[in-house]
């Protein structure tokens, strides 16, 4: 069986144009599949990405308190900053030992996504941070007041909220330590979680020798096979429109796309229904927000639902839900070694 | 202790220019502070209140399986239509008996309210739909999704939904089945509950014997004691600034106005921090939404925790801890049977 929608028709008309072009960065794309990690991540115009905003996110970031009293996790439980910006788990870990539903993303490069979760029910780090604290699997407290009046009675919290938003509050005159302070801190903690450098920018900026021929053969596969017709840009996460969008804007694709293989059974891939769940709207069912693919090396196991174990796997499964590939041992590790090459300096 | 926003301010000042006029309805009052209910609630463009929407959306307020899969408690469970339009309970119960932290307000004359919750966190009667779905103490369904996939296996309510929305859905061209839909139905259905025709409607409109002489006295105390400051307008709940609003734009007040009354203590009223509780700004602790008033005699107890169990009482702790009044007992009659008099035919 086979489905399909419109996203998917559109892109695909325009890679059939660029087909004749030469994949490597010489050629002169006239879109950008293939981009090199630019230097900063975009941010709303109200919230310049300060020194102090960014400590202050961090700050909390590594703080159970955020997640309300008595928490023993922080968000760094679920996004391990020390290794891929996730917890390495099919699913995770939360409050009280409940395991999550869907597999937690890496941090690193979030900056670029325009919205967030599988189903991309965040159109902002900002809205996603409160979200969170109102997810009683993520945090112990009852609600976004209790944390905000937790970290109103520490002095350092005053004064680190106080030197990152020096003009107070637009609702509430000088009080500094707020809710939407809050969420501005964390959200330009995250932008600044760049992981630059990869081989693959290394490459992209004009050093050819920054990829081994396998993964130069894998970049040439990963345009041939198809899967830079919805992995392509910044994140290979599709085009990202900017903050101007509203909530859930962003860019879906069907996954399975093909229903039926020996694969959706294996890893009970059609078991959740993807973005129809959050709008029950029934064009969505099996949707999802195409995920980025920088540092996916660091980021196993794989899937909304964490039930494929190894990169060369995830490959096989991409290859013939998608686009009802089948393809060889070579060109899996081939395009493995290409993904391998999207590890950034972190 | 005394607290200001610039809301009350404003309206302070409006309501003192306006002193001098007389307080009945052929003064010509240049804004309508007093109001008659009108013949139907105000709608979304897009959403035109058809008989079949409200015949859907009536369906699925009185059927549990809205509630997910082996849901005993519909809609109606909390709020009550053949009664006053909530339960008369102090909180709710919800799914598996656990009890709601607020208690449920009336749905009878809701659709002219500007935003929903005790707190004003839902902007649309839709977007709370949604949000009571997504709600394990409402909704036993996981998801919105699971609700729609379960209506979609019903032959009865696929005939429903494509009869309310005969052009299909703009996201998945003929489904009439989907979330969005299901939201617009319930929001037609509630926009339908109407109580017209109460004494005081009846006297607005020129029946100057509608209203006892006590009703009267009443009506000219909950002015001049200061009640009308904030609860004025169509619902007795400020203005309605109509469907244009953004999320969580509405009217909000203190409360209580005047901490350390012996009411606070009595009935716990500041252990709730309203507002501040979902948005995190302390400028918004003790903001509550300004609730209505009509039919309020059918809808004891009062206040957010349900605590105050008579309307007599209501109107003492809202003089005191409000306006820093004690009022006579007569005072107390006289303003409780012009209350008695917002109660519509329903």
Redo the contacts between chains.
């Keep these: 069986m086979q489905r399909q929608q419109s996203w998917r028709q559109f892109w695909k008309s325009v890679h059939a144009l660029l087909a004749c072009s030469l994949l490597f960065p010489t050629a002169g794309w006239g879109f950008d599949y293939f981009q090199a990690l630019p230097d900063r991540a975009p941010f709303p115009i109200d919230t310049p990405p300060t020194a102090e905003k960014i400590a202050l996110g961090r700050k909390l970031f590594f703080d159970p308190a955020l997640l309300g009293p008595g928490s023993r996790l922080s968000c760094n439980h679920c996004h391990n900053l020390a290794e891929g910006g996730d917890d390495n788990r099919a699913l995770s870990l939360g409050q009280k030992g409940k395991r999550s539903r869907r597999s937690a993303p890496s941090l690193w490069n979030i900056g670029f996504q325009t919205v967030l979760y599988w189903d991309g029910r965040a159109s902002s780090l900002e809205a996603q941070t ?1 979200d969170h604290l109102r997810d009683p699997l993520i945090a112990k407290a ?8 937790y970290l ?1 009675n520490s002095a350092e919290y005053r004064r680190l909220f106080a030197a990152a938003f020096p003009g107070g ?1 637009a ?3 000088d ?1 500094a ?4 302070h ?1 969420a501005k801190a964390m959200a330009s903690f995250e932008r600044s979680l760049l992981a630059p450098d990869s081989p693959f920018d290394r490459f992209m900026r004009g050093d050819a020798h920054a990829l081994s021929e396998s993964a130069k053969r894998g970049m040439q596969a990963f345009n041939d096979v198809g899967c830079l017709a919805c992995h392509f840009g910044t994140n290979f996460a599709g085009p990202a429109p900017g903050p101007a969008l509203g909530l859930g804007d962003g860019f879906y694709e069907l996954f399975p796309n093909h229903l039926g293989t020996r694969y959706e059974t294996r890893y009970r891939l059609a078991d959740d ?1 993807g973005r ?10 099996y949707m999802w927000r195409v995920p980025p693919l920088r540092n996916i090396a660091l980021t196993a196991p794989y899937f909304h639902n964490g039930r494929v174990n190894n990169l060369p796997e995830a490959v096989r499964v991409m290859a013939k839900t998608q686009l009802q590939k089948e393809l060889s041992e070579e060109t899996v590790r081939d395009i493995v070694a290409f993904l391998s090459s999207l590890t950034g300096g972190i």
Excluded at 276 to 285: A, L, Q, S
Aim: net charge negative; proline share 3%.
């Design positions: 409160l009852r609600n976004v007041g209790e944390v905000v009046q109103a509050s609702v509430s005159g009080a330590v707020s809710g939407e809050l229904l129809f769940e959050y709008t029950g709207d029934p064009g969505e069912k």
